[in-house]
């Protein structure tokens, strides 16, 4: 329910961190784009929406968080997270993934990653950027199929910068604008609801194939 809540109401919370936290509001947020981006068991932790609502924080109405500080350290917690993921793909891969009705570990959100690779190759790291849960997946199974470390890697900088740049620097302009200073809440809202439009493109598609393939598979009978 904390998550939901969180989610739901990112805006206040930020704000909470930097009065609470200060400075350290830069490790908090570093640490949850790391999760999200490094822990295949944290797939449901907020990626788009806080980075947006990060660089809201960050342009002169706001006042509260450095973009010159934010930027480098967002773009360096997907760079670690990446490559954490990537070796515990690489060397426990299989294991974690035996369950076929685990909640965090489900085999089926690594065969929807598995066929992002198969379409679109090394290139999926940094489309993934874009997709979440596939965003997490993606360095799991990239280290799973032995992908080279220096290519993985190559992609994962090029990801990481155009996601986190981005969505900050979107955020930063889009913050300044006086509807949205006026009205926080919704504007947060609305970027959450276009973060979570990948999810449900890719929901219709996977039920449309599905039916698809049980038309197909009624018509050979």
Known sequence: M????FIK????YI??????FGPWTYLILFLIVFAETGLVFMPFLPGDSLLLAAGIFSNP???GLDLKIL?????LAPLVGDSV???VGKWLGPRLFRSETSRFLNRKHLAKTEEFFVKHGAKTIIIARWVPIVRTFAPFVAGMGAMEYKRFFGYSVLGAFIWVWTCVLVGY??????????NFEYAILAIIAVSLLPI???????????KQRAEATATTL
């Open 2 to 5: 904390f998550l939901i809540d």
């Open 200 to 210: 449900l493109f890719e929901a219709i598609k996977h039920r449309r194939e599905a």
């Open 173 to 182: 302009y889009f913050g300044q604008i006086k509807w949205v200073e006026d």
């Open 9 to 12: 109401n990112i805006d206040d």
């Open 61 to 63: 109405n706001r006042q």
């Open 71 to 75: 930027l480098p350290v967002l773009t």
């Open 15 to 20: 704000g909470r961190m930097i009065v609470q």
């Open 85 to 87: 993921n990537y070796h």
